[in-house]
């Protein structure tokens, strides 16, 4: 690939995630019907790529069944639950669960290229290594502490993060087999330059399924309101 091709890319990713980012942020901000409208719309399209990856899958009838009922509650405790904790919880709480997510990509991404070594995963993700995984745990720690200090965060030790972290990447690693027994790249082409929603939400998934559950249990609360 040339210098001007692999800019161009570049300029794509960063403009898409400018986008995605903003879209949303405003829909975090009012929180209500908007961010419960994008919450459903983003559900939709996991939904149908989930289902486009298992028909091109080849997997025996009880794995292909059981993957068929996993999706739509994943998905929908998942959504539920942070709509559920934006809403109860405030704007702060639910940046939380996001944050979390966010820093285990970016700490994963960073460890992994600074660091490398033994590969975490060869036959489901090449790229991922051990030191991106424990960059991720840490980073999304570190994000967990601050943010939730600030959100009131009451009910789980903010040192969640650190499995959390590892939650996430499992959520990914667990996509990644998907489409390697697909045989693509992407789960879809939804978002120039990033792939699919499914691809973007992976991690966040068994997160907010399991703060979700927490948050519905009343073990997971907040002080104060974000």
């Known amino acids: 690939m040339s210098s001007g091709a692999g800019k161009s890319d570049l300029m794509v990713r960063a403009a898409s995630a400018l986008v995605m980012f903003a879209i949303a942020g405003t829909a975090l901000w009012f929180g209500g019907f908007a961010f419960g409208l994008l919450l459903l719309i983003v559900a939709a399209f996991v939904l149908v790529e989930w289902f486009t990856l298992l028909r091109k899958m080849q997997l025996r009838s009880g794995k292909a069944n059981l993957l068929r009922v996993a999706g739509p509650i994943l998905v929908g405790v998942a959504v539920a639950g942070l709509w559920y904790i934006r809403d109860a919880l405030g704007m702060t709480a639910a940046l939380w669960v996001l944050g979390m997510v966010w820093a285990t990509d970016i700490g994963a991404y960073f460890a992994g290229r600074a660091f490398g070594g033994a590969r975490l995963a060869p036959r489901i993700s090449p790229s991922k290594t051990w ?15 601050t943010i ?13 993060g650190l499995f959390m972290g590892l939650l996430a990447q499992l959520g990914d690693l667990g996509q990644s ?50």
Do not use: E, N
């Open 148 to 160: 939730g200090d600030r959100a009131g965060i009451a009910g789980v030790p903010l040192w969640i």
């Open 131 to 145: 030191s991106g995984l424990i960059g991720g745990m840490l980073a999304a720690l570190v994000a967990s502490a």
């Open 177 to 226: 087999w998907m489409k390697r027994k697909a045989g693509v790249k992407d789960s879809g082409k939804l978002i120039p330059g990033h792939g699919g929603a499914f691809d973007r939400v992976d991690g966040l998934i068994p997160v907010a399924f399991l703060m979700g559950l927490l948050a519905f249990a009343g073990i997971l609360s907040a002080r104060v309101g974000g």
